[in-house]
Each structure stands twice: as C-alpha cells, then as structure tokens.
C-alpha cells in the first residue's frame, strides 16, 4: 500500500531534550511538509521540501530542524529551543499536477 | 500573499439533511487549485475534492460537490444526505502555481445531529 507513516504515534519528552519524529512515504513524491495543529486549530507550515537535500523554512520554523537525505523520508526534530512544543504534528507529500496533497496520520508531542 | 478565508467555526446539520461550508479566497492568480480536507475525530486529514480554477464544471465526489465561483473567489462545499460519520473538522485549501506550499483556512467544525 502506498502512503505515509508517521512514528510514534505518541511521544513524551522531558522538557530540554530534543525529539525528532520520523516520516516517510513511499508515493514517489518530491515533495514534503510538517505541520503543526494545536487544540481547535488549523494546521500551521513548519518546514517544507521540494527536492531532496533542500528545505525551506514555513510560517513556524524557530525551534524546529529538518533534513532530506533522501527522497522517502523527511525527519522534523524539535530542538529545547522550541518554546511550547507540546503538539500535534503532520508530515505531508504532495503529487505534482493536481498537486495533492496526502497526510500521515501524525504525531502527539507531549513536552513536560 | 494568498488567503483563505472559513468565515464559520462551526455548523450543524440533520442526519440525511444538506449542508453547505463556505470559503473565500484572496489570489491574484489565474491558474490555480482547490481543495477540501477533512479532519475526523481520529484527526486523519483526507482530501474529499479538488477543483481546478481553469475548470468551468463543479467537481463531484459522491454525496459531496463544490460551487466554485472563480470571479467571487468563492469555493463553498455542499455535503448532501449528510451522515454521522461526515463529523470533523473540514479545512478549505488554496494551491498556486508553482511549488508554493498549500494554504488553509483555519477550518469549520461540522456536527451532525442524529
């Protein structure tokens, strides 16, 4: 089955450690996003991909590090630097022309 | 920059009754898309319909249609014989042209009452 992962599903960190949450996909997609969603929100850009080994910031990035070494996967750490990191996360890849976009079933950060 | 504008929080409908979200949109792009996400209780986002801006013709998924008025900027969602399970969060999307990432509005909660 085509789609995207997302692991854990839930995941508890100490406040000051950094926590990376994985994504991958195996839709053959260039390109890839992570999102963040707070209760009762809408989904705000964190980070964003075209192509592998380039990213651009979104409208939340300070706090948050990614990389892209490789076409399937698109890893977002969030650093002690991130000052309320306790969330939900969404990792995306999109199609070209019509431009879908497909969602993993995401991440529940908890930072005590 | 692009906008999307959901301007209902929340909506509720009868079971087997239609229901219509509204979306407007701030572009000045002529070639673009759009989209309709929903977000259940599990919190899955799924795409429920696309529409291309070069297309006259409203897209058609089933018990869900779009009206789609290009001059108004305008792309509300008609969700008809509503059922339970069409409860969530539904967010509206614009795409331009290019690799510009997708833009949300911040959504609309629909309840259906049994």
């Known amino acids: 089955d085509g789609g995207i992962t997302q692991s854990p599903k839930y995941l508890f960190r100490k406040e000051g450690q950094n926590v990376t949450l994985s994504c991958e996909q195996n839709?053959?997609?260039?390109?890839m996003y992570w999102y963040r969603q707070d209760p009762g929100q809408g989904l705000r850009l964190i980070y964003y991909?075209?192509?592998?080994?380039?990213?651009q910031k979104g409208d939340i990035a300070e706090g948050y590090s990614v990389s892209r070494e490789k076409k399937e996967s698109f890893p977002l750490t969030v650093t002690s630097a991130q000052k309320n990191p306790t969330a939900f996360y969404l990792c995306?890849?999109?199609?070209?022309?019509?431009?879908?976009?497909?969602f993993g079933p995401g991440t529940r950060l908890t930072v005590t | 920059a692009q906008t999307v504008t959901q301007s209902q929080p929340e909506m509720s409908v009868q079971e087997a009754e239609t229901v219509t979200l509204s979306c407007t949109y701030d572009?000045?792009?002529?070639?673009?898309?759009l989209f309709w996400y929903k977000q259940p209780p599990s919190r899955q986002m799924i795409l429920v319909i696309r529409?291309?801006?070069?297309?006259?013709q409203n897209a058609t998924e089933n018990r869900f249609s779009v009206n789609f008025q290009k001059a108004a900027k305008s792309f509300s969602l008609k969700i008809s014989d509503s059922q339970l399970g069409d409860a969530a969060m539904y967010f509206c999307?614009?795409?331009?042209?290019?690799?510009?990432?997708?833009?949300f509005g911040k959504g609309t909660r629909l309840s259906v009452i049994a």
């Open positions: 572009t000045s792009e002529s070639d673009y898309y």
């Open positions: 995306a890849s999109r199609s070209e022309i019509p431009y879908e976009q497909y």
């Open positions: 991909s075209q192509i592998v080994n380039d990213f």
């Open positions: 529409q291309e801006a070069y297309k006259q």
């Open positions: 999307a614009y795409k331009g042209p290019g690799n510009t990432p997708l833009v």
């Open positions: 839709l053959n997609h260039d390109a």
